[in-house]
Structures are given as structure tokens and as C-alpha cells.
């Protein structure tokens, strides 16, 4: 098991604890009792936000390790890393205005299918190699 690996996996759930806990505050903030979701235009980008995200990690988690345990640990959490900026600047963008956020969502979109490919190509040579 790698430790890069597993360290941008722990990063990777903090982010999302921290975007979790922004949902909560943005809630009282914005005065929108559970379980209702909708009503400020403000919070919805929050709970959109934290939505996006776990959504994505779906995707990006299994990839990543697959990645590392097939092709390389270290390219791996490089790529995660970015993986994380973009969530980040996805995170920042979305919740000054929805148009803001493409620029992260690009960046963590190219780098999840980057570690799927990735991952495709490192499974498909190790079944035809002896």
C-alpha cells in the first residue's frame, strides 16, 4: 500500500468533511431548516457543491488506486493532487457563482478520466504480458 496514495485518499475525505461542515453552516446561514434543500439560490451552490463532490469521488477513488496499483503510486498521487486543486478551485468557484466553477470541474474531470485510462491501460498489459 502506498502512503502517497493513501495520504491523498485522507485528504481527499477531509476536503469533503470540510465541505460537509460548509453545508451546515451555510444551513443556518441562510436560515433553510432540514430537510428542505432548495429555497436561496446561496445555499444551493453549497449543498450542490458537496454533492458534486461526493459524486465524484465515487469515480475518482476506485481510479486512483487502481492507477497506483497498476501503473505507478507516485504519478498516481501527482495526479490526485491535481485531482484535489480542482475540487478545491471547483469548491471556491461554485460557491462565489455556478459560472465559476468549470475551470475546477475541467481540471478534476481530465484528471479522474486521466487515471481511468490510465488504470485501463496498466489492467489490459498486465493480462497480455506473461
Do not use: C, H
Request: hydrophobic share 55%; aromatic share 14%; net charge positive.
Amino acid at each position: 500500500m502506498s502512503p502517497w496514495i493513501s495520504l491523498i485518499t485522507a485528504l481527499t475525505l477531509l476536503l469533503y468533511l470540510v465541505i460537509t461542515i460548509n453545508v451546515g453552516r451555510a444551513r443556518a446561514k441562510y436560515k433553510v431548516k432540514p430537510p428542505q434543500m432548495s429555497g436561496n439560490p446561496d445555499f444551493e451552490r453549497v449543498v450542490r457543491v458537496q454533492q458534486n463532490t461526493l459524486e465524484q469521488m465515487v469515480f475518482f477513488l476506485p481510479a486512483l488506486w487502481l492507477f497506483s496499483f497498476y501503473i505507478s503510486p507516485l504519478w498516481g498521487a501527482g495526479i490526485g493532487a491535481i485531482w484535489l486543486l480542482g475540487r478545491i478551485a471547483y469548491a471556491w468557484g461554485y460557491y462565489q457563482a455556478a459560472e465559476k466553477r468549470a475551470i475546477g470541474f475541467a481540471i478534476g474531470s481530465i484528471s479522474s478520466m486521466v487515471l481511468l485510462l490510465g488504470s485501463l491501460v496498466g489492467i489490459i498489459l498486465s493480462l497480455v504480458q506473461p
